[in-house]
């Protein structure tokens, strides 16, 4: 019990601080996690991100469940979800049921450029443990300049390929042994996961004509299902969903999806908005159905893949894949986490200002956060 409330506490903080999208929460994580709390190391940090990358679903919120469920069992995994999930939930339904976002502009604009610092200090400090030679350097700008090319939602799973293909071609070095990385779950109980992803997908179309609810979560767990990339991914398949057949109107929808962008938490919780439409048990359905495919399906390949990384070649492979992923960071640090927030040399300096707070003065990202957004309420972040 002590553990969960710790997982609890730590993740209802990065909830309620996390701004700037699915890969800005990959570093605020890996400074609470790695830097602060020491959980675990950073390769261990990048094999799981990569691993989630492979997976549909939101990436972030994958990697926050499994953390919980590696610190303190299935009650952390649950305690690391409803933390880091709650605050935007509530903001969102609070949004859906007739609130609004005036008046913190200035706030949220100083949250974005705090996001910029925290992304690039988790790109240093991944590129210092994971790009440690010449191959996997390369293999990082690599990663950058390919996603320069490429579109789509299926452009960093194929970057995270090539990398890994890379790095087994190359017999990167990985030293001795596993890693650290261990994250409990019994095959049976990955089996049963499988099966009522596969439950979901088939069982839920077949209902959804007896009940609005069922019909609603019918959607949300296809859509969760099928995205990759994060969670801007999922915009096209909510609005093929609930846009196309009338549902929700067009202008609800994006107004409910830019308050998605201007909050913490996980970009996810816009299904809570479209659910909280319809009222609070709506809102309460479509949550759980968005996120529950992603987490069933790394529920259902954790075992198998803690068994298949002890081979040699899959060691060396996830180096390159590791490489990769700091190249990802690396790519969403300008686009979108500088781009959406920086428009100015003011601004930019401010997110110099933070990221020198936290790279050399070592404040914890609590402070600088909560300074940035004094600064922001009173005006000087815009």
Request: proline share 5%; with cysteine.
């Amino acid at each position: 019990m002590l553990r969960s409330a710790e997982v609890f506490g730590a993740f209802l903080r990065l909830g309620l601080t996390s701004f700037g999208g699915p890969v800005a929460h990959i570093g605020y994580f890996r400074a609470e996690f790695v830097t602060r709390r020491e959980w675990l190391t950073d390769a261990d940090y990048a094999e799981l991100v990569a691993l989630c990358q492979f997976l549909p679903g939101p990436a972030s919120s994958q990697v926050g469940f499994a953390l919980g469920l590696m610190r303190a069992g299935w009650l952390g995994a649950v305690a690391a979800f409803v933390g880091f999930t709650l605050p935007s939930a509530i903001i969102m339904l609070a949004v859906a049921l007739g609130a609004g976002l005036a008046g913190l502009t200035g706030v949220i604009a100083a949250l974005k450029l705090v996001a910029v610092a925290v992304v690039a200090q988790a790109v240093l400090g991944m590129a210092r443990t994971l790009c440690p030679d010449g191959p996997r350097a390369t293999i990082a700008v690599g990663a950058v300049l390919a996603l320069g090319l490429l579109a789509g939602p299926w452009a960093m799973v194929a970057v995270i390929v090539a990398g890994a293909l890379i790095g087994a071609v190359l017999r990167l070095d990985t030293g001795t042994g596993q890693g650290g990385l261990h994250i409990p779950v019994a095959r049976p109980v990955a089996f049963a996961a499988l099966a009522l992803f596969a439950l979901g997908l088939i069982g839920l179309p077949l209902l959804a004509d007896h009940n609005a609810g069922i019909a609603l979560a019918d959607s949300m767990f296809r859509a969760g299902a099928l995205v990759f990339g994060g969670g801007h991914v999922v915009l096209p398949l909510l609005q093929a969903e609930l846009v196309a057949p009338g549902l929700v109107s067009d202008g609800d929808f994006l107004a409910g999806y830019a308050a998605a962008q201007a909050i913490p938490g996980p970009l996810f919780t816009f299904a809570t908005y479209l659910g909280g439409l319809g009222g609070l048990t709506g809102a309460c359905i479509a949550t759980l159905a968005i996120f529950a495919p992603g987490f069933l399906l790394l529920v259902g390949v954790l075992p198998f893949w803690q068994a298949l990384r002890g081979v040699q070649a899959v060691r060396a492979g996830m180096a390159g894949a590791n490489a990769a992923v700091v190249g990802i960071l690396g790519a969403a640090l300008y686009d979108p986490v500088f781009t959406s927030a920086v428009g100015s040399l003011w601004q930019f300096g401010f997110a110099l200002a933070c990221f020198v707070a936290l790279q050399v003065w070592r404040l914890p990202v609590w402070a600088v956060v909560l300074a940035a957004g004094l600064a922001g309420a009173a005006g000087l972040a815009m």
